[in-house]
């Protein structure tokens, strides 16, 4: 067995890579941030008390302490400590999300605005310039767009996922197809999703998105489907994680910082005549 460096990631793949990740983690932080000032998701135009279909609260039981509630559908769960209600400052308060997933600190709403406001607009910018480029190298067609090898394998990637297993060699260069469906919905439907809702929050766009914001059912509801995408994208990012992991994380991390990428092959044999 033999192992050689492969030059994997092209340097416009890996600077927008990272720039994502920058923008994903300080939009997430600060969405956060600003869910917190009102902890409630709706359907529709309004935001009437007791219409929410989720709710993150805190109170005092009647013992008085203070106690979390995610109540979803009308049904409560205690999260106390994580949700609803958790420390800040070594002290009990009643706050949506905690304190340490928060950025930039437990209550400073106004900034969190410009925080997210800023990076989101750069994240936009980060993912035209990096769907132009994809299409202008033929990286979108040719390693993200799954062909007809893909789709006949569909089933044995499902199945080697599903053991942890993880192509080797020359295969593990090429995108198998659950990972090219991933990402495909990651920069579409999340990406593409996320912002267009964003901009149907605002009321400003009103007179250019007025009809669309009618047709996803009202602000609030693009509100809801803007925080659901954010949790797709959570769940996105760890199942990402974890592959990274799996697969080798020293090797993942060289060649998206890099370029390069080990694989190991074996040795060709030598044909002996007689």
């Not at 958790?86 to 002290?91: A, I, L, T, W």
């Not at 304190?99 to 994240?123: N, V, Y």
Request: glycine letters at 12%.
């Amino acid at each position: 067995m033999t192992t050689r460096l492969v030059y994997r990631h092209r340097w416009p793949v890996r600077v927008m890579h990272w720039i994502n990740a920058i923008c994903l983690l300080v939009l997430l932080g600060s969405g956060l941030q600003i869910f917190n000032a009102h902890p409630s998701l709706y359907w529709g135009n309004r935001s009437d008390p007791g219409k929410e279909w989720l709710s993150l609260r805190g109170g005092q039981d009647a013992t008085g302490d203070v106690r979390g509630m995610a109540i979803i559908g009308g049904h409560a769960f205690d999260t106390t400590g994580v949700l609803g209600a958790s420390k800040v400052d070594g002290k009990w308060a009643a706050r949506g999300f905690p304190a340490w997933a928060t950025i930039p600190g437990p209550g400073w709403l106004a900034m969190g605005r410009r925080w997210h406001f800023f990076f989101a607009w750069l994240f936009v910018l980060n993912g035209v310039a990096y769907v132009s480029w994809s299409v202008a190298s033929r990286h979108l067609s040719r390693d993200l767009v799954p062909d007809h090898r893909d789709w006949r394998g569909l089933g044995r990637s499902i199945v080697d996922h599903l053991r942890f297993r993880h192509a080797q060699g020359e295969d593990a260069l090429r995108y198998n197809v659950l990972q090219r469906l991933a990402y495909l919905v990651a920069i579409f439907v999340f990406g593409g999703g996320i912002v267009l809702m964003g901009l149907l929050m605002s009321p400003r766009m009103d007179a250019v998105l007025g009809d669309l914001v009618e047709a996803v059912g009202g602000r609030q509801s693009a509100r809801t489907i803007h925080f659901v995408i954010a949790m797709g994208f959570i769940a996105f990012v760890i199942v990402h994680v974890v592959e990274v992991l799996i697969s080798g994380p020293l090797n993942q991390l060289r060649g998206m910082i890099t370029g390069w990428y080990r694989i190991r092959s074996q040795p060709r044999e030598e044909t002996r005549h007689e």
